[in-house]
């Protein structure tokens, strides 16, 4: 993670800490502002993928508005966040709509069954009404993430639209991707247009979703801009993009400290951050975070297994190799934590959150913006 100040970070953060860096939040609000301007998309920020609203005033300098899973998140980009609020799930209950549509200016339902279901609810209320349809087309590189798979309850395919009336229909929404560049997009909208592009003409949106890494060093940002504009000129409609990880990217960082090392067939360090707890798609996705320092294992003299301390058998974070060996008290930065991390933790075996922090790289501040106590594990239950 180039440009964040990691050693000064590790100096004055608490463990374990989120720690994100408002200089790199900038830097990525830059690009997504570029792509604004030249295109004339409107970006919204994903709140599955990052939800720290003490940065949402800085945020919303440059975005639109939020996309939001539920009528909890919308809430949340309507009270802190303010601009649009587009809301999606795979379904929704009758008090959701009810909800949602007083608090949303989209509304995108999964199905026909759930816009016929509640097209009394929605049909005066003056909220722009969406489908989310399944190109059936699938870029996806792990099954978990990709919203066409086969049998996938996300999204309506072609074969479905037969027959149905679109009448209040005023968008079309898809969303396939997951960390990927700007060529699985564009081979995702050629497929969407062969199947879908006779319902564009008299909508008023197209929301290309979320997925896209527009931040990320060797992304088209030209070809997006190009695409952007090829359906806003020939269906005369409003294109949106929602990325989550795109904001986040490269901006944030999870403090950890050694706790005990051990030995079982190889040194073996546990930590005060989880896996499960703390960075649950190492196991989900899976995945492995770099850490500053941190090498192949055996790369470098000493390899370690790091993990965390709870007592789940697999709470592994994996191995890496370090040119000194680790002591008790060390300090670890895992790169790369500010998406996807703090809105999926746990309190799982009652371990400690981690502080959320910010740090501001023109004057090295870092602020302590919420901690975590006993309060918040015990008022999870009853």
């Not at 800490?17 to 604004?36: K, P, S």
């Not at 073996?268 to 960075?279: G, K, N, R």
């Not at 910010?358 to 999870?380: A, H, M, N």
Request: net charge negative.
């Amino acid at each position: 993670m180039t440009g964040i100040n990691i050693d000064k970070i590790l100096d004055l953060a608490p463990s374990p800490a989120y720690v994100v860096d408002l200089g790199r939040l900038r830097h990525n609000l830059a690009i997504l502002d570029h792509v604004q301007q030249r295109s004339g998309a409107k970006i919204l920020m994903a709140m599955k993928a990052f939800s720290m609203w003490s940065v949402f005033p800085l945020i919303r300098k440059t975005l639109l508005g939020v996309c939001a899973s539920s009528p909890w998140e919308a809430r949340l980009g309507r009270e802190e966040f303010g601009g649009e609020v587009h809301s999606f799930s795979a379904a929704f209950k009758e008090s959701d709509v009810v909800e949602l549509l007083q608090i949303s200016d989209h509304l995108v339902f999964n199905s026909f069954n759930q816009l016929e279901r509640f097209r009394s609810l929605w049909k005066k209320s003056g909220v722009s009404i969406g489908l989310r349809i399944n190109p059936e087309h699938s870029e996806g590189h792990t099954g978990i993430y990709d919203p066409c798979a086969p049998k996938s309850r996300l999204g309506i395919p072609r074969a479905e639209f037969e027959g149905r009336s679109l009448i209040g229909v005023e968008g079309l929404h898809f969303h396939t991707l997951c960390e990927q560049l700007f060529e699985p997009l564009e081979r995702t909208a050629r497929a969407f247009e062969e199947k879908f592009g006779e319902f564009l003409p008299g909508m008023k949106w197209l929301n290309l979703g979320g997925g896209h890494h527009i931040t990320r060093e060797g992304y088209d940002i030209d070809g997006l801009v190009k695409l952007v504009r090829y359906f806003k000129d020939k269906y005369e409609l409003e294109v949106y993009l929602e990325p989550g990880e795109a904001i986040a990217i490269g901006t944030g960082i999870l403090v950890g400290e050694v706790l005990d090392i051990v030995n079982n067939g190889m040194d073996i360090a546990i930590l005060d951050v989880s896996a499960t707890c703390h960075m649950p798609d190492i196991l989900e996705m899976p995945y492995r975070p770099g850490i500053a320092g941190g090498c192949d294992p055996g790369e470098k003299a000493h390899t370690y297994r790091l993990g965390g301390p709870s007592c789940l058998a697999g709470d592994i974070i994996g191995d890496w190799s370090f040119e000194q060996p680790l002591k008790v008290g060390d300090r670890l930065a895992f790169e790369d934590m500010s998406h996807y991390t703090m809105v999926k933790t746990t309190t799982f075996n009652g371990i400690q959150h981690p502080h959320i922090c910010t740090f501001e790289p023109d004057t090295e501040e870092l602020t302590v913006i919420r901690s975590f106590g006993y309060e918040d594990f015990k008022g999870r239950l009853s």
